[in-house]
C-alpha cells in the first residue's frame, strides 16, 4: 500500500511539473501575493502613464463621469407595499442611498425621498469598504430585510438584518459572515439559507451545497438541514414564493448552471421533486400555479410544451398550461407577477415588447398588449409589490429612458423620461443581418452619423458577448452602465465621428433558448464565426476597414476577444479584453468556473478537451503574428472570474514580444470597479484605447 501511495504522489508531482513547465505564469493566480501585486501596480503604472497622458483622456472622463453621476438619470424603483424603493448612486453618494418614496408621489413626478441606508455613511462609520449588494426584505409588509454587504465589490458578502420601521439595523438579528450565500425570507422569524456552513459546505464551484432552516433566536450552526446536494453540483438555492396569504417554499438543485430541479417543501417537512424538465426557469407563484419558462421541449401528460413557452404548474393538482407560447422570431426575457396577473417582456426580431397575462377558468390565459413605442428595449421596473399596477421602460440607442406606469386595467401613460445627455441630431441607427459560416443569418445594430456612414471607411468599435442566455440590447443607459450604451457611446465616440456596432450572436438569447443552445460546448465555434461574419459585413459593406476595426466585449465577451486575437487578428485593429475568461485548460480551477462547464464543457475530459483547445486563446498565443496592440482589463477583487485570466494573457504576450496595456483596479468585483467615478475612469481609458489606435495620436 505504501508503495502504491508513493508511486501516486510521484506521478501528481510529475504531473504538476510538467504543468508549470508549461505554464510559467502561474503564480499570477495568487490573487494577493506580493509578487503579482508588484508585477499587477507595473503594469498599471506602465499603461495609465500612457493612457492618461493623451490629451483626449481627460474630455473622455469628463464626458463619462457627467452621463454616470447626472442628476437627470431616471430613479428607477420597484413598489412595495405602496412604496417605491429606489438605489442612488451620484457625485456626491459615491456608494449610493437606498430610498423610498410614496407610489403616488412617485407618480406625478415629485417624490418624496427618505432615505433608509447612506452606503458613504456606513463605510466611513464603521471603517470598512462597503459596496452594496442585493437586498431581500419580507413580503408584503416589506419591513424586515437582509441587507448584502461585500468587501470591494466581491461576490462573497456579509448579510445583516435591517429594521424598515426603525431604519436601523437589528441588534441580534440574523448575521451571515463573509461567503457566498443566499436566502430567502419564509416569515418574520425564519429564513431559508443557503451558506458557507464549515466543513464539506460548498460545492466545487464554490457554491452553497445545503440549505438549512433558520429560526430567529437559534445559533447559525443549529439551524435545521433541509437538503444536501452533491459536491460536483453546481449549487442548492432556497425559492419562497409569498402568494396572497399562502407561501411556498422550494430548493433549487443546480446539476449544472443551467439546469434546475426544483423541490417542493411540504407542511410536514418532506420534499417533493417536480417534475419539470431540467432546462425550466420559475418566475414565481400566482393563485397556486408556478409559472415556468422552458428552455427545452417538454412533455408532460399527453401534451407537448415548446422549449421557449412560458407555463403554468398547478402546485396542487400537478396539471400544466401554456400561457405563453413564444414564435420563431420571439424570445421572452421577463416575467413580473403580480397580484393577479403576469407582466411579460419579451423579444421580436430583437425589438422590445410588453404584453399582460390573466388567468381565466374557461378561456385560459388572456393576453393584452401594453401599447409602448416600437424599436427598442422594453424592461419590466416594477410588478408585484402587492399590486397589479407596473412600471415598465423603453428606450434605444439614441432615445433616453422613459418610465410608464400601468393601471391594473392596463392604462399606459409617461411618468418620466431622462433628457437626452447629447445631441443625437444626425446619428442613425439601423439593423442588418450577416450571414453566418454555416448560413446563418445573425443580426446586429449599427449606430453613427448620418455623413459618417454615408461616407465609409469610419473609426468601428464592435461589441459582442454571445454566451449564457445574455442578449445584446440596443440599451440607451442602464445600471451598470457599459461603454456600448447609446449614452456612453453617443457622447464620447459617435458624435467624435465614430460608429458603434452590438453584435446579436448565437450564445445570447435573441431568439430564445434555441440560440443560445446552438453555441454551447462543442459548438462554441459558431458564436465567433457570427461575430466574425459581423466584422466582415462591415468591412465588405465599407462601413469600416481592418486598420480601423476595433472590437470590445467582457467576461464571456473577454473569451470572444481572445478568440478573434488568435484567430482573426488581421481584421482589427484594436481590441478591448475586460475581466476575460482566457485560460480554458484552467477555468474551471478558479473560483466559480467549475460552474460554467456547462456553457463550454470540461477540459479535465479529453474529448471535451479537445474542442475546447482550438479555441483557447491562452494556449493558443503565438509570436509573429499580426496582433494589435491590445488593451487588457480586470480587477483584483473580482472573485468570479480570476483576474489571473488576464495576468496570465499580459505576461504571455509580453514573452512572445508583442505591447500591450493593462489595468487592473485593486477592487471592484467582477463588474471591474466599485463606484462611478471608478467606472467613468475605466470608460475613459477604453475609449481613449480606440482613438488611438483607430484615429491615431492626438494632434
Known amino acids: 500500500m505504501k508503495k502504491t501511495i508513493a508511486a501516486v504522489m510521484t506521478a501528481a508531482m510529475a504531473a504538476m511539473t510538467t504543468v508549470n513547465a508549461s505554464d510559467p505564469y502561474l503564480w499570477l493566480e495568487e490573487v494577493e501575493s506580493e509578487q503579482a501585486l508588484d508585477w499587477v501596480r507595473a503594469q498599471n503604472k506602465r499603461s495609465l502613464a500612457e493612457l492618461e497622458s493623451d490629451p483626449r483622456f481627460a474630455d473622455l472622463y469628463k464626458d463619462a463621469l457627467s452621463v454616470l453621476t447626472s442628476d437627470a438619470r431616471l430613479a428607477y424603483g420597484a413598489i412595495h407595499n405602496g412604496q417605491v424603493y429606489n438605489f442612488w448612486q451620484d457625485e456626491a453618494h459615491v456608494r449610493g442611498l437606498w430610498r423610498r418614496a410614496d407610489v403616488e408621489r412617485y407618480r406625478n413626478g415629485e417624490p418624496d425621498w427618505e432615505t433608509l441606508i447612506d452606503f458613504d455613511a456606513l463605510a466611513k462609520a464603521e471603517g470598512e469598504n462597503w459596496i452594496k449588494g442585493d437586498i431581500a426584505c419580507l ?11 461585500s468587501d470591494g465589490g466581491k461576490d462573497a458578502a456579509y448579510w445583516r438584518e435591517f429594521d424598515l420601521e426603525t431604519k436601523t439595523f437589528v441588534e441580534g438579528g440574523f448575521y451571515l459572515p463573509e461567503a457566498k450565500s443566499w436566502l430567502a425570507w419564509v416569515d418574520v422569524d425564519t429564513l431559508l439559507v443557503g451558506t458557507d456552513w464549515g466543513a464539506d459546505a460548498l460545492t466545487t464551484s464554490g457554491y452553497p451545497r445545503q440549505v438549512r432552516r433558520w429560526k430567529r433566536g437559534a445559533s447559525k450552526g443549529d439551524a435545521e438541514i433541509i437538503m444536501t446536494v452533491g459536491v460536483d453540483d453546481v449549487w442548492a438555492f432556497p425559492v419562497v414564493e409569498h402568494d396572497g396569504d399562502d407561501t411556498y417554499e422550494f430548493i433549487l438543485r443546480g446539476p449544472s448552471f443551467f439546469e434546475r430541479e426544483y423541490h417542493q417543501i411540504g407542511a410536514d417537512g418532506a420534499l417533493a421533486k417536480l417534475p419539470l424538465p431540467l432546462n425550466a426557469d420559475m418566475q414565481g407563484v400566482l393563485d397556486g400555479v408556478a409559472i415556468f419558462l422552458l428552455r427545452e421541449d417538454w412533455a408532460y401528460r399527453g401534451h407537448d410544451y415548446a422549449q421557449g413557452s412560458l407555463i403554468g404548474y398547478d402546485l396542487k393538482t400537478g396539471e400544466a398550461e401554456n400561457v405563453f407560447a413564444a414564435s420563431d422570431s420571439q424570445s421572452i426575457e421577463g416575467v413580473g407577477v403580480g397580484k393577479s396577473s403576469l407582466i411579460v417582456q419579451y423579444l421580436d426580431d430583437v425589438s422590445g415588447k410588453a404584453a399582460r397575462f390573466s388567468r381565466n377558468k374557461k378561456r385560459g390565459w388572456i393576453s393584452k398588449d401594453i401599447k409602448l413605442p416600437a424599436n427598442g428595449v422594453v424592461a419590466i421596473v416594477s410588478a408585484g409589490g402587492g399590486t397589479d399596477d407596473a412600471m415598465v421602460s423603453f428606450e434605444n440607442l439614441t432615445t433616453p429612458d422613459s418610465l410608464f406606469y400601468v393601471t391594473a386595467k392596463n392604462k399606459v401613460s409617461k411618468i418620466a423620461e431622462t433628457p437626452p445627455f447629447y445631441d443625437a441630431t444626425g446619428v442613425m441607427v439601423e439593423q442588418r443581418f450577416a450571414t453566418s459560416a454555416d448560413g446563418t443569418k445573425v443580426p446586429y445594430f449599427i449606430m453613427g452619423q448620418d455623413a459618417v456612414l454615408k461616407q465609409g471607411n469610419a473609426p468601428t468599435i464592435q461589441y459582442g458577448y454571445g454566451g449564457f442566455l445574455a442578449p445584446i440590447l440596443p440599451a440607451y443607459y442602464e445600471d451598470p452602465a457599459r461603454p456600448q450604451h447609446g449614452a456612453l457611446a453617443g457622447l464620447m465616440w459617435v458624435k467624435r465621428g465614430g460608429v458603434m456596432v452590438l453584435s446579436n450572436i448565437r450564445g445570447g438569447s435573441e431568439y430564445g433558448p434555441r440560440w443560445h443552445e446552438a453555441a454551447l460546448k462543442e ?38 476577444m481572445g478568440a478573434m486575437l488568435t484567430q482573426r487578428p488581421e481584421l482589427y485593429a484594436a481590441i478591448d479584453i475586460g475581466v476575460p475568461l482566457f485560460d480554458m485548460k484552467r477555468y474551471n480551477k478558479l473560483l466559480a468556473g467549475a460552474s460554467w462547464m456547462g456553457e463550454y464543457g470540461n477540459p479535465d475530459i479529453e474529448e471535451e478537451w479537445a474542442y475546447i483547445s482550438k479555441y483557447s486563446p491562452y494556449q493558443n498565443l503565438k509570436a509573429d503574428q499580426p496582433y494589435p496592440k491590445v488593451l487588457l482589463y480586470t480587477s483584483t477583487k473580482d472573485d468570479r472570474v ?21 489595468y487592473e483596479n485593486i477592487e471592484g468585483g467582477h463588474g471591474g470597479t466599485a463606484n462611478q467615478k471608478q467606472l467613468a475612469r475605466r470608460t475613459a481609458l477604453e475609449y481613449v484605447y480606440f482613438f488611438r489606435q483607430l484615429m491615431g495620436e492626438a494632434e
Open 523 to 560: 459548438n462554441r465555434q459558431r458564436a465567433f464565426d457570427d461575430f466574425i461574419a459581423i466584422s466582415e459585413d462591415l468591412i465588405e459593406t465599407g462601413v469600416t476597414s481592418p486598420s480601423k476595426l476595433g472590437i470590445i466585449g467582457r467576461s464571456n465577451g473577454g473569451l470572444l
Open 139 to 149: 413580503s408584503p409588509a416589506y419591513r424586515h430585510c437582509m441587507i448584502e454587504l
Open 642 to 662: 480570476h483576474p489571473g485570466h488576464a495576468r496570465k494573457a499580459a505576461a504571455r504576450l509580453a514573452e512572445l514580444g508583442y505591447d500591450f496595456y493593462y
